[in-house]
Structure formats: structure tokens, C-alpha cells
T-cell receptor, first 114, second 111 residues
Framework: NAGVTQTPKFQVLKTGQSMTLQCAQD?????MYWYRQDPGMGLRLIYY???????DKGEVPNGYNVSRLNKREFSLRLESAAPSQTSVYFC?????????????FGPGTRLTVT | KQEVTQIPAALSVPEGENLVLNCSFT??????LQWFRQDPGKGLTSLLL?????REQTSGRLNASLDKSSGRSTLYIAASQPGDSATYLC??????????FGPGTRLSVLP
């Protein structure tokens, strides 16, 4: 039982390049989330998926797209990376059909855009 | 819009002290409040989750309380140890929405 896994762990991009961050969970959770963490700002929600086949914008969705590939996998895509997207990205999952909706986090992806 | 703040931003204490970390939220209509620990360069580890119908939760040396009416939660750490050094984040879960995180309190426990 690996919990929530993320790939890659580190990535350096040049401005304008694209990439996809991968996330998978093996806890059979319905809900999955993508957050970014910046110094002094806590975690901010980018997108979430309440269930397979649905996605919704969070607080800071601009510049990102997501795909809920199946129940296990939720990917985050940067189409044209910008330096402002330098951050640590976390994927999380929870089971919102069962109280109390506890969130479980992956180890994060450190992204630098030059 | 829910906003979550944490005080203090950083705290340094000698080993063995009891300490309290504070979390405040602006919208009292929360479903849960969850406390996390984050070690440098690592992901978040869940410590305690308090449902809106509860007033506190305990796990070992940790005790978290919730007062929805005042918009506050506290995390109490008893007999602190150097291994407790980390950043502690609280997150409020609004009904039908998702978690809103505070900026965290960076704790250093000195041996």
C-alpha cells in the first residue's frame, strides 16, 4: 500500500516548455486534489476532482489543466510554463463519501521554471 | 471566502516544554479541521482531524481542540522533543468545498 505517489520528484523547465505531473493513489478514494505550496503562503488548491470523470477549479487554476484518467490517477499539466509556476506541487486524495474526509498527501514535486 | 491564519509563524522552545499552536478561520461553517505536520522537503502527514461535531481529539502527546463559534483551533504538544521540530499546518474543510490551509507554524525544539 503506497498511498499517494507522485512523479517526477524534481523538474527544471525553461519558460514556455510544457510538462505533466503524475499522481496516483491506491486507497480507492473518490476525490483527488492538486495543490501548490509557496513560501509563506501555505498550500493553495489548483484543481480538484470529486469523483472519476469530474474536475473543478480551485483557488489558482490559471495556467494549468488536469485530467482524471481513472479512479486512481489524476494528472496536472502545464502547457506553457512560466517562472511564476516555480513551486512545490502536492497531490492529495480523500474519500468524501465517508466521514470524515481526511486528506492524504503525496511527497511532492519540486518544479523550477527558468 | 474562508481564510485561515496561524500564530505564531515560528516558535523555538527548549526540550520538555508544553506548547500551543494556534489556528484561526473566518468562516465557522466548517465540516472538519485537520492538523498536519510537514518536515523540510517532505509531504504532509496528517496528525489529527476534528469533525465539526467534536470539540477535541487526542493522539499520544498531541491534543487538538476546536471552537467553531470563535473560529479557533489549537494544537497542544506536551513534553516537546527535538523530533517534534517541523512545520505544523492547519486546514479547514468547508461543506461541499475543499480544504483551505493556513501558512503554518515552524517549530524548533532545542535539545
Amino acid at each position: 500500500n503506497a498511498g499517494v505517489t507522485q512523479t517526477p520528484k524534481f523538474q527544471v523547465l525553461k519558460t514556455g516548455q510544457s510538462m505533466t505531473l503524475q499522481c496516483a493513489q491506491d486507497m480507492n478514494h473518490n476525490s483527488m486534489y492538486w495543490y501548490r505550496q509557496d513560501p509563506g503562503m501555505g498550500l493553495r488548491l489548483i484543481y480538484y476532482s470529486a469523483s472519476e470523470g469530474t474536475t473543478d477549479k480551485g483557488e489558482v487554476p490559471n495556467g494549468y489543466n488536469v485530467s482524471r484518467l481513472n479512479k486512481r490517477e489524476f494528472s496536472l499539466r502545464l502547457e506553457s510554463a512560466a517562472p511564476s509556476q516555480t513551486s512545490v506541487y502536492f497531490c492529495a486524495s480523500s474519500e468524501r463519501k465517508l466521514s470524515p474526509y481526511e486528506q492524504y498527501f503525496g511527497p511532492g514535486t519540486r518544479l523550477t521554471v527558468t | 471566502k474562508q481564510e485561515v491564519t496561524q500564530i505564531p509563524a515560528a516558535l523555538s522552545v527548549p526540550e520538555g516544554e508544553n506548547l500551543v499552536l494556534n489556528c484561526s478561520f473566518t468562516d465557522s461553517a466548517i465540516y472538519n479541521l485537520q492538523w498536519f505536520r510537514q518536515d523540510p522537503g517532505k509531504g504532509l502527514t496528517s496528525l489529527l482531524l476534528i469533525q465539526s461535531s467534536q470539540r477535541e481529539q487526542t493522539s499520544g502527546r498531541l491534543n487538538a481542540s476546536l471552537d467553531k463559534s470563535s473560529g479557533r483551533s489549537t494544537l497542544y504538544i506536551a513534553a516537546s522533543q527535538p523530533g517534534d521540530s517541523a512545520t505544523y499546518l492547519c486546514a479547514a474543510d468547508n461543506y461541499g468545498q475543499n480544504f483551505v490551509f493556513g501558512p503554518g507554524t515552524r517549530l524548533s525544539v532545542l535539545p
